[in-house]
T-cell receptor, first 112, second 115 residues
Framework: AQKVTQAQTEISVVEKEDVTLDCVYE???????LFWYKQPPSGELVFLIR??????QNEISGRYSWNFQKSTSSFNFTITASQVVDSAVYFC?????????FGAGTRLTVKP | DTGVSQNPRHKITKRGQNVTFRCDPI?????LYWYRQTLGQGPEFLTY????????KSRLLSDRFSAERPKGSFSTLEIQRTEQGDSAMYLC?????????????FGPGTRLTVL
């Protein structure tokens, strides 16, 4: 069975701090995909990144970076120099083709 | 706007009534997914279509839930004899299947309140 755990329910930081959102997954498949989505207060899920299980290269996109480690089954997300607009619920998800499983989400609040 | 659209955005109904939601996917996308999201939880997969074919429906929550995508374009999700426990956000996503897995793009959701 596939499972995604986001142990941090809520995180609060002050603007310009760095913050890391943790994601741990379980799967028996050798081929799988990992995702991060952002859900701002408006409610619409916004796609941030997709990673396949054969690509462990870390990725950086502006202030966002992702650390994928198969050895620990983790796919963590770091926001550098956080901003108020980063306040949202962030979901990690695991997919094997058709079966997408989401974690329960981490609510990030960035205070000015 | 060429994203996924959902209508209505909000629906309030009385227990026992039937409701139907519509999803219009991104035009070139061949897959369409339905999810339910309750407060404080991540989206929960319900069903999906590839073109007109419903390829997975075992995770629909009960036989009161059904979905259609008659022409491989828009889709509808119907809940019959609604119960208070059906109150949730219903999300639609679409994707294009090419090589490997697909990236799903989500609509704004329909928030259902059952009184």
């Amino acid at each position: 069975a596939q499972k995604v755990t986001q142990a941090q329910t809520e995180i609060s930081v002050v603007e310009k701090e760095d913050v890391t959102l943790d994601c741990v997954y379980e799967t028996r498949d050798t081929t799988y995909y990992l995702f991060w989505y952002k859900q701002p207060p408006s409610g619409e899920l916004v796609f941030l990144i997709r990673r396949n299980s054969f690509d462990e290269q870390n990725e950086i996109s502006g202030r966002y970076s992702w650390n994928f480690q198969k050895s620990t089954s983790s796919f963590n997300f770091t926001i550098t120099a956080s901003q108020v607009v980063d306040s949202a619920v962030y979901f990690c998800a695991l997919s094997n083709n058709n079966d997408m499983r989401f974690g329960a989400g981490t609510r990030l609040t960035v205070k000015p | 706007d060429t994203g996924v659209s959902q209508n209505p955005r909000h629906k309030i109904t009385k227990r026992g009534q039937n409701v139907t939601f519509r999803c219009d996917p991104i035009s070139e996308h061949n897959r369409l997914y339905w999810y339910r999201q309750t407060l404080g939880q991540g989206p929960e997969f319900l069903t999906y279509f590839q073109n007109e074919a419903q390829l997975e429906k075992s995770r629909l929550l009960s036989d009161r839930f059904s979905a259609e995508r008659p022409k491989g374009s828009f889709s509808t999700l119907e809940i019959q004899r609604t119960e208070q426990g059906d109150s949730a956000m219903y999300l639609c996503a679409s994707s294009f299947v090419g090589m490997g897995t697909d990236t799903q793009y989500f609509g704004p959701g329909t928030r259902l309140t059952v009184l």
